[in-house]
Nanobody, 121 residues
Framework: QVQLVESGGGLVQAGGSLRLSCAVSGSMFSINTMGWYRQAPGKQRELVATITSGGSTNYADSVKGRFTIPRANAKNTVYLQMNSLKPEDTAVYYC???????????????WGQGTQVTVSS
Protein backbone atom coordinates (compact mmCIF):
# COMPACT_ATOMS: atom_id res chain seq x y z
CA GLN A 1 0.00 0.00 0.00
CA VAL A 2 1.29 3.42 -0.94
CA GLN A 3 1.21 6.13 1.69
CA LEU A 4 1.74 9.85 1.36
CA VAL A 5 2.66 11.95 4.36
CA GLU A 6 2.42 15.70 4.03
CA SER A 7 3.74 18.44 6.24
CA GLY A 8 4.45 22.15 6.22
CA GLY A 9 1.11 23.92 6.07
CA GLY A 10 0.16 26.80 8.31
CA LEU A 11 -0.75 30.45 8.58
CA VAL A 12 1.29 33.11 6.84
CA GLN A 13 0.83 36.76 5.93
CA ALA A 14 0.43 37.85 2.35
CA GLY A 15 3.79 38.12 0.66
CA GLY A 16 5.28 35.42 2.83
CA SER A 17 6.55 31.95 2.02
CA LEU A 18 5.79 28.38 2.98
CA ARG A 19 7.30 25.05 2.00
CA LEU A 20 5.21 21.91 1.86
CA SER A 21 6.69 18.45 1.75
CA CYS A 22 5.27 15.07 0.80
CA ALA A 23 6.99 11.75 1.34
CA VAL A 24 5.78 8.71 -0.58
CA SER A 25 6.34 5.21 0.73
CA GLY A 26 5.35 1.87 -0.72
CA SER A 27 7.09 -1.20 -1.97
CA MET A 28 7.15 -2.29 -5.60
CA PHE A 29 5.64 1.07 -6.66
CA SER A 30 7.28 3.05 -9.42
CA ILE A 31 6.36 6.72 -9.47
CA ASN A 32 5.50 8.42 -12.75
CA THR A 33 4.47 11.81 -11.47
CA MET A 34 4.09 13.65 -8.20
CA GLY A 35 2.21 16.83 -7.66
CA TRP A 36 0.19 19.21 -5.59
CA TYR A 37 -3.46 20.10 -5.86
CA ARG A 38 -5.54 22.44 -3.75
CA GLN A 39 -9.15 22.94 -2.81
CA ALA A 40 -10.56 26.14 -1.45
CA PRO A 41 -13.93 26.24 0.35
CA GLY A 42 -16.79 25.97 -2.11
CA LYS A 43 -14.47 25.29 -5.03
CA GLN A 44 -13.32 22.25 -6.93
CA ARG A 45 -9.92 20.72 -6.42
CA GLU A 46 -7.44 22.20 -8.86
CA LEU A 47 -3.95 21.42 -10.05
CA VAL A 48 -1.17 23.52 -8.58
CA ALA A 49 1.99 21.88 -9.89
CA THR A 50 3.27 18.49 -11.03
CA ILE A 51 6.64 16.97 -11.77
CA THR A 52 7.42 13.80 -13.67
CA SER A 53 10.07 11.22 -12.88
CA GLY A 54 12.09 12.80 -15.67
CA GLY A 55 11.88 16.22 -14.08
CA SER A 56 9.32 17.89 -16.35
CA THR A 57 7.15 20.35 -14.49
CA ASN A 58 3.72 21.83 -15.02
CA TYR A 59 2.26 24.78 -13.12
CA ALA A 60 -1.14 26.39 -12.88
CA ASP A 61 -1.08 29.85 -14.44
CA SER A 62 -2.07 31.36 -11.11
CA VAL A 63 1.13 30.18 -9.41
CA LYS A 64 3.71 30.49 -12.19
CA GLY A 65 6.66 32.55 -11.08
CA ARG A 66 5.73 32.17 -7.40
CA PHE A 67 5.69 28.44 -6.70
CA THR A 68 8.23 25.76 -7.53
CA ILE A 69 8.08 21.98 -7.14
CA PRO A 70 11.48 20.56 -6.28
CA ARG A 71 11.77 16.83 -5.91
CA ALA A 72 14.19 14.53 -4.20
CA ASN A 73 13.93 11.42 -6.38
CA ALA A 74 16.07 9.21 -4.24
CA LYS A 75 13.84 9.91 -1.27
CA ASN A 76 10.52 9.80 -3.13
CA THR A 77 9.80 13.19 -1.69
CA VAL A 78 8.32 16.21 -3.37
CA TYR A 79 8.14 19.75 -2.11
CA LEU A 80 6.09 22.80 -2.93
CA GLN A 81 7.97 26.03 -2.36
CA MET A 82 5.43 28.82 -2.20
CA ASN A 83 6.65 32.41 -2.37
CA SER A 84 4.79 35.71 -2.60
CA LEU A 85 1.70 34.09 -1.17
CA LYS A 86 -1.66 35.74 -1.71
CA PRO A 87 -4.93 35.39 0.22
CA GLU A 88 -6.40 33.58 -2.78
CA ASP A 89 -3.82 30.82 -2.25
CA THR A 90 -5.69 29.84 0.90
CA ALA A 91 -6.81 26.24 0.53
CA VAL A 92 -6.22 22.68 1.62
CA TYR A 93 -3.25 21.40 -0.34
CA TYR A 94 -3.12 17.74 -1.33
CA CYS A 95 -0.14 15.76 -2.48
CA UNK A 96 -0.70 13.30 -5.31
CA UNK A 97 1.32 10.55 -6.86
CA UNK A 98 0.68 8.46 -9.93
CA UNK A 99 2.57 5.29 -10.68
CA UNK A 100 2.63 1.58 -11.34
CA UNK A 101 3.33 -1.55 -9.39
CA UNK A 102 6.05 -3.85 -10.67
CA UNK A 103 4.73 -6.17 -13.35
CA UNK A 104 1.54 -4.19 -13.91
CA UNK A 105 0.52 -1.95 -16.80
CA UNK A 106 -2.14 -0.26 -14.73
CA UNK A 107 -1.49 3.11 -13.17
CA UNK A 108 -2.79 4.20 -9.79
CA UNK A 109 -3.37 7.53 -8.11
CA UNK A 110 -2.81 8.09 -4.42
CA TRP A 111 -3.53 11.17 -2.31
CA GLY A 112 -2.23 12.62 0.88
CA GLN A 113 -4.46 13.66 3.76
CA GLY A 114 -4.20 17.35 2.93
CA THR A 115 -2.61 20.24 4.75
CA GLN A 116 -4.19 23.63 5.36
CA VAL A 117 -2.52 26.76 4.03
CA THR A 118 -4.01 30.05 5.16
CA VAL A 119 -2.76 33.39 3.84
CA SER A 120 -3.92 36.45 5.72
CA SER A 121 -4.20 39.85 4.10
Amino acid sequence: QVQLVESGGGLVQAGGSLRLSCAVSGSMFSINTMGWYRQAPGKQRELVATITSGGSTNYADSVKGRFTIPRANAKNTVYLQMNSLKPEDTAVYYCNTNGRYSGSYLSYDYWGQGTQVTVSS
